[in-house]
Nanobody
Framework: QVRVVESGGGLVQAGGSLRLSCTAS????????MGWFRQAPGKEREFVAA????????YYADSVKGRFTISRDNAKNTVYLQMNLLKPEDTAVYYC?????????????????WGQGTQVTVSS
């Protein structure tokens, strides 16, 4: 059974930073891509960032490009999302999910196992 657990959310002022962590177990972590997504109240879940199995390829939504960085530590079965220059519009529940084998994708339906999410609130 694959288990995905996010952590690191919280309340931060605009312009601040947070680092989210996501640990996945029950699968050979190092062979699969990983992704971060978010869902704000009243909105659909949207893609934020993705990383390939090796970390060699990354993808970002235009709204976070240049501010967020996705990375992974395969020895720790963990993927991170460093979020800088946070804006109130970044407020959402952030989810981590396991993606397809190997290459990363921005296509949400290709992600199969999801965590419960962690709340990020950015105050103005």
């Amino acid at each position: 059974q694959v288990r995905v657990v996010e952590s690191g959310g919280g309340l931060v002022q605009a312009g601040g930073s947070l680092r989210l962590s996501c640990t996945a177990s029950g699968r050979t972590f190092s062979r699969y891509s990983m992704g971060w997504f978010r869902q704000a109240p009243g909105k659909e879940r949207e893609f934020v960032a993705a990383i390939s199995w090796s970390g060699g390829s990354t993808y970002y939504a235009d709204s976070v490009k240049g501010r967020f960085t996705i990375s992974r530590d395969n020895a720790k079965n963990t993927v991170y999302l460093q979020m800088n220059l946070l804006k109130p519009e970044d407020t959402a529940v952030y989810y981590c999910a396991t993606g397809p084998w190997g290459a990363a994708t921005t296509h949400v339906p290709e992600y199969d196992f999801w965590g419960q999410g962690t709340q990020v609130t950015v105050s103005s």
